[in-house]
């Protein structure tokens, strides 16, 4: 397994690389060219560029998240095959320098999508929560706004203001747009990337939906068993693989993430790991990597991956705000500290599981 942590580049996440590298068994970072559109190449000097400072700071920088997907893709337009183009130019560049995974999604218009980001938790804590009731009675406008105002300038990847500018046609464009067609656009997608993913040993990597039911009537392909056994389906390949994302799947009390980490073992390439809580109404608050702070079995997990011999990457996951970090200092989800705290729970975790298996 190799121990990673998101970063969002320099001048643009307020954490440092030379803090990164003090969390015990730390080795990669996982990185983006943060201020490309979906659809903008990625130049190789730029890769480079990037490559080699996360390098000089003693880190690894194999693994990317997100290559994002340009909606034409998801959509089917016409103008999608220009923009595969691009994208296999961009994985050849990240490949030709040396980055072997990258994470990516394939949800309609939004990433990722929270009611409130700065929840209070009864330990003092903050953290990001999903209220089903108010989504079902909201506009997308008013999310959108919400999300702006309650990140304070710094950007979340999936709610670029330059993509969100556009909701009202994006909504319009995916009317009645069932999973099937958007399954199909996927196939569509996955059957003309993955001869260069093979060429160029680079694996892709979708992220689950989430929350991993449908929100806004858009259509849902990676929030179950069922329909991820039929996406790994849709193109064989080991390099149409996964993000297993234990937050997004476990927001499903019905989804077994043990067995699923289970029957999917070679075809998971990149571990998010973090915990939630789900209240009965289906309500969810993200906690502390602790299970039993939650409602996801963490060292459960973990033990799996262990007895399984996983060597793919993993991260923790979105952290709780602590220690003083605020909306007016820290990106939601990403702070500093609950994310360190996080990963040596895993550490441990994980350490653990090896020595008794033994
Ligand atoms: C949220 C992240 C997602 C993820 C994308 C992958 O914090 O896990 O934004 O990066 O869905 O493209």
Redesign the pocket.
């Known amino acids: 397994m190799k121990l990673s942590f998101r970063w969002y580049g320099r001048g643009n996440d307020p954490i440092s690389l030379d803090y990164i590298k003090q969390i015990p068994g730390m080795e990669e970072i996982v990185w983006a060219l943060h201020e490309k559109q979906a659809g903008e190449l990625w130049t190789e000097a730029e890769i480079k560029d990037e490559i080699s400072y996360i390098e000089s700071k003693g880190l690894k920088a194999t693994i990317v ?2 290559v ?1 997907v340009h909606e034409d893709i998801k959509l089917g337009l016409p103008t999608r095959d220009k923009y595969i183009e691009i994208y296999c130019e961009c994985l050849r560049n990240l490949a030709k320098n040396g980055v072997k995974v990258v ?3 394939f ?1 309609p218009i939004f ?2 999508t929270r009611t409130d980001m700065f929840h209070p938790l009864a330990d003092g804590s903050t953290a990001l929560f999903f209220d089903r009731a108010q989504i079902q009675g909201s506009d997308p406008q008013e999310l959108v706004d919400n999300v702006a105002k309650e990140s304070h300038g710094l950007t979340l ?2 709610w670029e203001p330059e993509r969100l500018a556009r909701i009202k046609d994006l909504f319009k464009a995916y009317e009645g747009f069932t999973d099937d067609k958007l399954r199909d656009n996927f196939k569509y997608f996955m059957d003309a990337i993955i001869p260069t993913c093979e060429e160029y040993d680079i694996k892709m990597a979708i ?1 689950p939906d ?1 929350p991993p039911f449908s929100i806004f009537g858009l259509p849902r392909l990676v929030n179950n068993k069922t329909n991820i056994d039929k996406l790994l389906k849709a193109n064989p390949s080991k390099y149409n693989g996964l ?1 297993f ?1 234990t937050g997004s799947l476990g927001s499903d009390p019905k989804n077994d993430l043990v067995q699923m980490i289970d029957n999917y073992q070679e075809r998971i390439h990149f571990m ?1 790991v973090r915990n939630v809580r789900v209240d009965s109404n289906g309500d969810f608050s993200e906690v502390s990597h602790r299970s039993q702070d939650g409602t996801v079995d963490i060292t459960g997990i973990m033990a799996k991956l262990q007895s399984i011999g996983f060597d793919g990457y993993l991260r923790p ?2 952290g709780r705000h602590v220690f003083g970090e605020n909306a007016t200092n820290t990106r939601p ?1 990403y702070g500093l500290y609950d994310r360190a705290m996080g990963a040596m729970y895993l550490m441990g975790s994980w350490d653990m599981a090896a020595r008794l298996q033994k």
């Open positions: 998240e997100s994002n994470c990516y999604n949800m990433d990722w990847p999936g992220h989430d993000t994302c998010h996951d979105h989800g």
